[in-house]
Nanobody, 120 residues
Framework: QVQLQESGPGLVKPSQTFSLTCTVS??????????WTWIRQPPGKGLERIGY???????YYSPFLKSRTSISRDTSKNQFTLYLTSVTPEDTGMYYC????????????WGQGTQVTVSS
């Protein structure tokens, strides 16, 4: 029912800022009881939750990335966007958006993911 799709630049240079946008269909990002989450996976490593924006519009960020991360939304387009600043090659990986449940604390819908490579 719910579909999510990521879009972004693919290749980013060190020290720059990039943004990724998740477009949601089949459900509203303002519907109660869901979080809209950004997750990444560096090569050879596990999944890392970057942060999320709640149905109310309030946000949460990982303590490891908080100083470089922001998430915003456009309710008219049913989209939410990740901004990551001062990037380094350590930020390279697959980036996913997902819907997070507040009742059982898992992700029930995922986007297909988009590759971000930080390289000069």
């Amino acid at each position: 029912q719910v579909q999510l799709q990521e879009s972004g630049p693919g290749l980013v240079k060190p020290s720059q800022t990039f943004s990724l946008t998740c477009t949601v269909s089949g459900g509203s990002i303002t519907t109660n009881n869901y979080y809209w989450t950004w997750i990444r996976q560096p090569p050879g490593k596990g999944l890392e939750r970057i942060g999320y924006i709640r149905y109310s519009g309030s946000t949460y960020y990982s303590p490891f990335l908080k100083s470089r991360t922001s998430i915003s939304r456009d309710t008219s387009k049913n989209q939410f966007t990740l901004y990551l600043t001062s990037v380094t090659p350590e930020d390279t990986g697959m980036y996913y958006c997902a819907r997070e449940r507040t009742d059982w604390n898992g992700y029930d819908y995922w986007g297909q993911g988009t590759q971000v490579t930080v390289s000069s």
